[in-house]
């Protein structure tokens, strides 16, 4: 059963310990009249002059994995005072992310569960030094929260600056840090403009970004900065593999966490020249039989024209001889006003002897690597020289267990 849905809010950022809201404000993915406050460069940029003069009167802070395990607790199940939102209990924590973002309970549950395994199995605490971090999160997952949770470990203050489609969980989990005890002025919420990003890559002392190449290209790579860019995740399929059991092993790859996850599957290569085209159409009917609620959920698209943008996407970087395979049509409007980009399958012309990423170049394809935040692989055949260059090029790449 769906939450009732959430009230009109202005999310607010978090700034010198306080929520705070702001006269410069976005509106949000969903319902009309939900909002996410927006901080200028030029009060940035106070704000870190604020920390330095703030940090040396700060007490000792220990105890930090406890109280990291106590917020990622409350974060999935408590009730929380959010910035602008007010008292936020789990099943309206859930609410506003299905209204806002798409993503189904079941697929929330699972992403909470990784952030306090991931927080469990962590080594031994790290010995805190002076830097004030920022985390600039992605849109198509929260999991990757678990960034700010080491960063909070490690550094002496974290900043987040949440993605514009998906500010929910951050502030949610700011939020829960401060319920633990986390000292105020350790903490902050940063939403911006895009262009806003640079302005705190310089205000701040260590960075993690989260983006597609894009974003990548524009920012410049430091031994402060870690950018986890697209994956371009892969699969080799041995020649001696039968379909069955291919499609079986790659099925969860590809449609696993809605196929948001940068590890997601997005091609697979046969080594076998006759082999890709009855492995694609196994996945494709595979793919094909996936119900958007069932055991690999989808997410809904909330920005009007998305799903329609990123599926015609696919068919844009289609070469002459190129098929889709999937036979459902590539959205779905369920009777619930819920859109989903529905899974596809690409099946790519040819024995591919070459491989190389770049726009002008004939060796390379631009559905290789290619991501969208739903189930999306292209199959091909390649030669050991081309397989080599694609897993090379991938960040990701999977074996079948011998």
């Known amino acids: 059963m769906t939450p009732e849905p959430s009230v009109a809010v202005t999310i607010s950022a978090f700034r010198r310990g306080e929520w705070r809201t702001s006269l410069d404000r976005a509106p949000l993915p969903g319902p009309a009249g939900r909002e996410l406050a927006l901080v200028p460069e030029i009060v940035a940029d106070a704000d870190r002059r ?32 959010v910035g602008g939102i007010g008292e936020q209990s789990a099943e309206a924590f859930r609410a506003a992310l299905w209204e806002s973002a798409g993503l189904p309970g079941p697929l929330v549950d699972r992403w909470c569960a990784m952030l306090r395994d991931g927080v469990l199995k962590k080594d031994d605490a790290p010995e805190p030094d002076g830097a004030l971090a920022l985390v600039a999160l992605p849109g198509n997952t929260f999991t990757c929260l678990d960034a700010v949770c080491d960063q909070a470990e ?35 919420f940063y939403p911006g403009e895009q262009r806003s990003l640079h302005g705190l890559l310089r205000l701040t002392d260590r960075h993690v970004v989260y983006g597609g190449a894009r974003l990548a290209t524009s920012v410049r790579s430091s031994p402060a900065l870690t950018l986890h860019g697209p994956g371009r995740g892969c699969a080799l399929v041995p020649p001696d593999m039968p379909t069955d059991d291919a499609v079986a092993w790659l099925l969860p790859l590809i449609a696993a966490d809605s196929g948001r996850f940068c590890s997601n599957v997005r091609t697979v290569v046969c080594e076998k020249p006759d082999a890709a085209a009855p492995l694609a159409r196994g996945l494709a009917a595979a793919l094909d039989a996936l119900p958007p609620d069932g055991p690999w959920p989808l997410t809904a698209f ?11 996407g696919i068919r844009d970087r289609l070469r002459p001889g190129d098929r889709i395979l999937t036979r459902r049509p590539p959205v779905l409007h369920s009777t619930a006003d819920d859109v989903y980009a529905l899974p596809h399958i690409a099946l790519l012309d040819g024995h591919v002897t070459a491989f190389t990423r770049g726009p002008d170049d004939a060796a390379s394809h631009p559905l290789i690597g290619h991501e969208v935040p739903f189930p999306f692989a292209a199959v091909l055949s390649a030669s050991p ?16 267990a011998k």
């Open 50 to 81: 604020w920390w330095d003069s703030a940090l040396p009167a700060l007490p000792l802070f220990t105890g930090r994995r406890e109280l990291l395990l106590t917020a990622l607790e409350l974060f999935d199940t408590g009730t929380l005072t």
């Open 154 to 188: 490690r550094s002496a203050g974290v900043w987040l600056r949440p993605s514009r489609r998906e500010p929910v969980s951050a502030a949610r989990l700011v939020a829960a840090l401060l319920a633990a005890g986390w000292p105020r002025a350790r903490l902050g």
């Open 385 to 400: 020289r081309a397989a080599d260059a694609i897993t090379a090029d991938a960040l990701f790449v999977y074996r079948p």
């Open 302 to 312: 909330r920005e009007p024209g998305a799903a329609e943008s990123t599926t015609r």
